[in-house]
């Protein structure tokens, strides 16, 4: 208290005071910010869970005006895969992984090599989140699957949805990058997005076959494969196209979707 006392009855234009003035403010503010970060990290948490899976719904095609997030998500069932064998993994909670932080876990990912990584990720978590939807019976209508990869200038970290055929798209949308505005920003246009329901993901052999392309074909086989791609911007075009046949390819959800197809939801 002494010492409180003598700092107090310092000069207010003191150097020793006014730093010491500044130094506790300092203190003041990151003991109030730190507890406020810890306070709201639950809300944080919440919200960011509130926008995933509304990004889900909106994907998928199954938000419906006047329903609730949460009720409209009582339709999905998470479940955690294994990326190499394809197979469900039992005692990993599908609601609460994180296969962005589990990517850099050197424990929890795989590095990929150079020729692996058309998606330029470098590494990827080796499990992963799948998100079914099932009709009454059971039967599986729809499946949304996680997808992301380097564009132009950014990570695009987004979905991609499939029939319950494991092979017709559904919808594709990006939920976080930062692409050009007007250019490689374009892959949240409607228009462009609309271009991707009813486009097969596997040809009749079970190769990769859709594609972001430029003059995308109109007719025939190629037809029921490929999109155009955004006009000037190539680069986020390709990044699209090449994230988009990694994960459907089998160093990412190949495995999975090859085993759907012959046992379904097994």
């Not at 462009?192 to 859709?210: E, H, S, T, Y």
Request: hydrophobic fraction near 40%; charged fraction near 25%; include cysteine.
């Amino acid at each position: 208290m002494k010492l409180v006392r003598q700092f107090l009855d310092l000069p207010n234009d003191s150097k020793v005071k006014t730093y010491g003035v500044a130094l506790l403010l300092c203190l003041v503010c990151s003991v109030a910010v730190s507890a406020a970060a810890v306070a709201l990290k639950p809300v944080q948490d919440e919200n960011k869970l509130l926008d995933k899976k509304k990004n889900i719904l909106q994907i998928a095609g199954l938000a419906k005006p006047g329903q609730s997030v949460e009720d409209a998500f009582k339709q999905v069932e998470a479940k955690v895969v294994d990326l190499q064998t394809g197979a469900y993994v039992e005692g990993i909670d599908a609601n609460t992984f994180d296969a962005r932080a589990a990517s850099v876990d050197p424990k929890q990912n795989l590095v990929l090599t150079k020729e692996q990584d058309i998606a330029s990720i470098k590494r990827r978590a080796k499990y992963a989140t799948v998100y079914l939807v099932k009709d009454p019976q059971g039967q599986v209508q729809k499946i949304i699957l996680p997808i992301y990869g380097y564009g132009l200038w950014s990570t695009l970290y987004g979905f991609v949805a499939l029939k319950g055929d494991a092979n017709t798209v559904v919808g594709l949308g990006f939920y976080e990058h930062a692409e050009t505005p007007g250019l490689g920003g374009e892959v949240d246009n409607p228009q462009w997005k609309d271009k991707w329901p009813g486009k097969q993901v596997f040809d009749a052999n079970g190769n990769v076959a859709i594609r972001v392309t430029k003059m995308a074909a109109t007719e025939g086989e190629k037809a029921t494969h490929e999109i155009d791609a955004l006009s000037g911007a190539t680069l986020t075009s390709n990044g699209v196209n090449n994230l988009v046949k990694f994960w459907m390819g089998a160093d990412g959800f190949g495995p999975y979707l090859q085993k759907f197809r012959k046992g379904g939801d097994a």
